[in-house]
């Protein structure tokens, strides 16, 4: 039966423009008139229809088997049945019956049309999938479309993006129609197309602002290493130059601040702290601090990553920035938990423990206040190592005579006695190696109590 003839050039045409391909469509509506004819034929009935791949003439057949019980009437035949069709015909046979497909040229056209627009909506969202998965991470520019709730839908040309409340910049406000820069966090395959998510607050999107206003960094002369951000507040950056005759702080500072004028304006004044990156631990807990600056750093427990940060007086609340966010982003950029402790509060702690540690050691015998001072200067305020100790080194000490030394011995070893060493904690099972590959990042240092409460008179930093 001949069909529409403009079938054929009309599929061909759209499989060049659109990239629907042509035997798709044909095979979609074999299968929607074979099911029409079901409806006469039977629900169960094995119909085929035949397209002509040149003159679109569409052919409709019945395959019947030949059997000795029919126990399927829409599928099956006896031998006397089907000689009727087919001379000679034998049990195992199948016959292909014409079937009459007139009248199916609307029921073609109409799957034809539905199947184009299905398979034009999925090619064009596997174009859009395709285009922006491998952006990930990029910078774009859009305009503000509609507001989903807190959500921004931007923009972007052929396809919209979502900027979710959590990656905005808490302080930012946007109205239809503005301009709107972002990276995009992640591409998803979603049933009405991809799902472009955007973020102005990850630190790749600050990287990418670092990236697009110092050319250095896209030379890569200078390199950042790391960036820790509380968004729209204050981000410490950790650069570091690969070429000795260029200061890579300076280089993202550019000429009068410029530069990073430039970046902090995008990012609704955000203040950012450029950190120079440094292979030693200390320095580098120094210089994450900024912009307090330290006396000294004491590495307390490398293990667990604990160290602990003396400053001057002057420097306690800088250091510790308003509700402990300048520490904070300092413990998440180094890894480490940092105790920060001023000059006055390590001194008053040392003089604590130097009174604990006399009171502990008078109760030996043989040990005045004196010689408590003198033993403690020297390093053996533990009972524990008095008592193992030989008198004649003991002697070594300023004020401590022979017999002296031997009664704070014996003393010691009495106290012992009678309280024993504790038994040692035993040491928690070792996490499993993580799957090659992989790299775990340290968990967040929560800030240390210091922080809870910045000295009075703290100025925001």
Request: glycine content about 6%; some cysteine.
């Amino acid at each position: 039966m001949a069909a529409n003839k403009e079938l054929i050039p009309a599929l061909e045409q759209i499989e060049r423009e659109k990239g629907v391909k042509k035997e798709e469509v044909l095979v979609m509506i074999e299968g929607a008139i074979a099911s029409a004819l079901r409806k006469h034929h039977g629900r169960m009935a094995d119909i085929v229809c035949v397209i002509d791949r040149d003159t679109a003439e569409i052919s409709a057949f019945k395959r019947m088997k030949v059997v000795e019980t029919v126990v399927d009437k829409e599928t099956e035949y006896t031998v006397g049945e089907a000689v009727k069709w087919k001379k000679g015909a034998v049990v195992g046979d199948v016959l292909e019956l014409a079937v009459d497909a007139r009248g199916f040229e609307r029921i073609a056209a109409q799957t034809a049309k539905q199947v184009l627009i299905q398979k034009i909506r999925e090619i064009e969202r596997d174009n859009l999938f395709e285009e922006f998965k491998p952006k990930e991470g990029e910078m774009v520019t859009g305009s503000v479309h509609r507001f989903m709730e807190r959500n921004i839908i931007v923009e972007m040309g052929k396809a919209e993006a979502i900027l979710p409340v959590r990656e905005q910049i808490r302080r930012e406000r946007y109205n239809i129609g503005d301009r709107i820069r972002a990276v995009i966090l992640k591409v998803d395959k979603a049933q009405r197309g991809p799902q472009v998510v955007l973020s102005r607050a990850t630190p790749d999107f600050l990287r990418r602002l670092f990236e697009m206003e110092v050319p250095e960094i896209t030379e890569r002369v200078v390199e950042i290493v790391d960036i820790a951000r509380d968004p729209g507040f204050r981000a410490k950056v950790v650069v570091r130059s690969n070429n000795p005759k260029v200061d890579a702080v300076g280089a993202c500072v550019g000429i009068r601040g410029s530069r990073i004028r430039s970046i902090m304006n995008e990012l609704s004044g955000e203040r950012i702290d450029l950190i120079p990156f440094s292979p030693e631990t200390s320095t580098f807990i120094m210089n994450a601090i900024a912009p307090g600056k330290a006396n000294s750093v004491r590495i307390v427990d490398p293990v667990n990553r604990q160290a602990e940060v003396i400053v001057p007086n002057d420097q306690l609340a800088l250091t510790i920035g308003r509700e402990g966010q300048n520490i904070r982003l300092a413990c998440r950029l180094t890894g480490w938990s940092l105790a920060v402790k001023s000059e006055q509060q390590k001194a008053d702690e040392v003089t604590k423990t130097k009174e604990a540690q006399k009171v502990m050691l008078e109760v030996i015998e043989g040990i005045g206040p004196k010689t408590a001072e003198v033993i403690i200067a020297a390093g053996f305020a533990d009972i524990y190592k008095l008592a193992d100790m030989s008198a004649e080194y003991l002697t070594t000490l300023q004020g401590v005579g022979e017999k002296t030394a031997e009664k704070i011995i014996e003393s010691a070893k009495a106290w012992v006695a009678e309280h024993p060493r504790p038994e040692p904690a035993p040491e928690p099972a070792a996490p499993q190696a993580a799957e090659a590959g992989s790299e775990e990042a340290p968990a967040e240092a929560a800030a240390p109590e210091a922080a809870a409460e910045p000295a009075a008179g703290a100025k925001e930093v």
